[in-house]
């Protein structure tokens, strides 16, 4: 999972730096005087930041979301774990009562052997 994340994020970087170079080559080859080539530049910069800044809002909320199912699995995994240790105890004290009361009379029954011998 993180892998694919890291693929979207390189993906998306990738993007944008080549969206700013397709937009500055475009407009430095595209024949215009030179003031509305600085205007165009700057609104083009403009709207490449601003498009930079929504991907990375998205990028964080997505981040957030992710993190925040991440804690609620993990929350869900722990009671699980919590649940099945707590009926392997119980389990385990079972047993270990069986073995108790059996142990005496198994005791008893070896003793008695022991002394018909």
Do not use: C, Q, W
Not at 56 to 77: F, Y
Not at 90 to 107: H, M, N, Q, Y
Request: hydrophobic content about 35%.
């Amino acid at each position: 999972m993180a892998d694919n994340d890291n693929n979207k994020s390189s993906f998306l970087i990738g993007f944008l730096a080549g969206s700013v170079v397709g937009a500055v080559i475009a407009l430095l080859y595209a024949p215009k005087p030179g003031k509305e080539l600085r205007a165009d530049i700057k609104t083009k910069t403009g709207e490449i930041v601003d498009n930079a800044d929504e991907y990375i809002s998205a990028a964080k909320h997505k981040a957030v979301d992710i993190i925040n199912e991440g804690k609620k699995k993990s929350e869900g995994l722990i009671a699980e774990a919590k649940k099945r240790a707590e009926s392997l105890l119980g389990d385990a004290e079972k047993i270990l009562t069986d073995v108790r009361t059996k142990s005496p009379s198994s005791s008893e029954s070896s003793k008695n052997e022991k002394t018909r011998s």
